[in-house]
């Protein structure tokens, strides 16, 4: 199934209606533990713990209050990207489960949906975020939007256009109501406005699906046409054909710039305390956003290859969010063995690559290689374990596997 004769916005719509592969589901099911454990220990951030949003619904929040569909879709969306260390999809650079899980929850309470139904919605709306940042192209990212607001906006509107049972119609007015809402910039990160970003488009894309369920129109072709959203975003207007993307989202198990995740995966395992020289070679583009050579806090930790390389060879947990601490980054030991490392950029590899040489030795990794469901579950939920605990990351997965959504629900409250 291919793009229609009026493009993206017929692929939106086509996705609305989809019926996913179970494989797919399956993956999904492993995004949304990402997403709720993420949300609990993002809850807990520092940075947001004087953040409030009244409200007063039937939808649960991760701050444990109540509110209606747009307000927990804004708490949740916000929360759960807080600690950055949700799922991303490389093929558009953006975080489409901390979007799209937020609104589906949010309307699925509302609603009444049985968590499959909430599972499919937000499978086909992070697909369509997945699509529309595709379709949008490297150009709107590199000029300063940032991906998961945008494209993710959109796809919040396919999640609940599809639980509110939309038609083509109303569905498509959701969707040009989504383009005069999207909204979301890269000059944002490194603040708490960056995980801000994924909670409006979450509310966004759930009040425009509502919204055009109540009756309100908008442009027909308010996301592709000439004054459309793509022509005033520096939109790339890209082909873009109907396929299963989310197979090939990446998980973070390591609690820092997904830049660096491909290097500390090359040498996973390896004894590196007595390594004297270690040669980084990735993609040139992350040089300028993971490789600060001396880090002075632990958040400048997170996007330092020196640092995380010094942290894997003294048997410091790049998986545990705690390692990252301003005692750790000026720990002596730590900032004695970042000297022994250098990082080059090659434009042969692609952004999921890293070459590592040890002494010699060269070790790769390509973050789009496949990994197995059974390893890549093992690996969330010890990584869920990690940020919520063992009881509670064992029950949030005994729920989503039985797909019992109010149990779901009962777990994300703190």
């Not at 919204?211 to 520096?234: I, K, R, Y």
Request: negative net charge; proline residues 4%.
């Amino acid at each position: 199934m291919g793009q229609r004769r009026d493009g993206i916005t017929a692929l939106l719509l086509a996705y609305a209606q989809a019926e996913p592969p179970e494989e797919v589901r399956a993956g999904m099911r492993l995004s949304v533990l990402d997403w709720a454990a993420c949300g609990l220990a993002g809850r807990r951030e520092g940075a947001f713990g004087g953040w409030s949003v009244p409200g007063q619904g039937p939808c649960t929040r991760f701050d444990g209050l109540a509110g209606s569909p747009a307000e927990a879709a804004l708490v949740n969306g916000t929360l759960s990207h807080a600690l950055d260390y949700d799922d991303t999809h490389f093929a558009h650079i953006g975080h489409p489960s901390v979007v799209v899980v937020s609104a589906a929850l949010a309307v699925a309470e509302a609603v009444g949906a049985p968590f499959a139904d909430m599972l499919d919605a937000a499978l086909v709306g992070a697909e369509a975020s997945v699509a529309a940042g595709l379709w949008l192209g490297r150009d709107h990212y590199e000029v300063g939007y940032h991906q998961t607001a945008t494209a993710g906006t959109f796809g919040a509107a396919v999640t609940a256009g599809r639980l509110l049972a939309l038609d083509q119609g109303t569905m498509r007015h959701a969707l040009g109501l989504a383009s005069t809402m999207a909204a979301g910039l890269k000059s944002q990160f490194g603040t708490m406005g960056k995980p801000l970003n994924a909670g409006l488009a979450a509310r966004a894309g759930v009040e425009a699906a509502h919204w055009a369920g109540q009756g309100m129109t908008s442009a027909e072709h308010g996301v592709e046409g000439p004054l459309g959203f793509g022509a005033t975003h520096h939109g790339a207007d890209q082909t873009v054909a109907f396929a299963w993307r989310m197979a090939a989202v990446s998980h973070k198990f390591h609690a820092c710039c997904h830049g660096l995740h491909a290097t500390l995966e090359a040498v996973r395992g390896l004894a590196l305390a007595d390594a004297r020289q270690i040669v980084v070679r990735v993609h040139p583009r992350w040089l300028s956003v993971c490789n600060h050579p001396a880090p002075q806090t632990g958040l400048e930790a997170k996007f330092s290859y020196a640092h995380v390389l010094a942290m894997a060879a003294h048997g410091r947990e790049t998986s545990d969010i705690a390692s990252f601490t301003d005692a750790c980054a000026s720990d002596p030991q730590m900032v004695a063995f970042r000297d022994r490392v250098s990082v080059t950029g090659d434009p042969k590899l692609s952004e999921m690559q890293a070459h590592v040489t040890v002494d010699g030795a060269v070790y790769t990794h390509d973050l789009d290689t496949p990994q197995p469901l059974e390893e890549r579950r093992a690996r969330l939920r010890r990584k869920a374990q990690t940020l919520v605990g063992a009881s509670r990351s064992e029950a949030l997965w005994q729920a989503i596997d039985a797909g019992d959504l109010g149990r779901f629900g009962q777990l994300l409250v703190p």
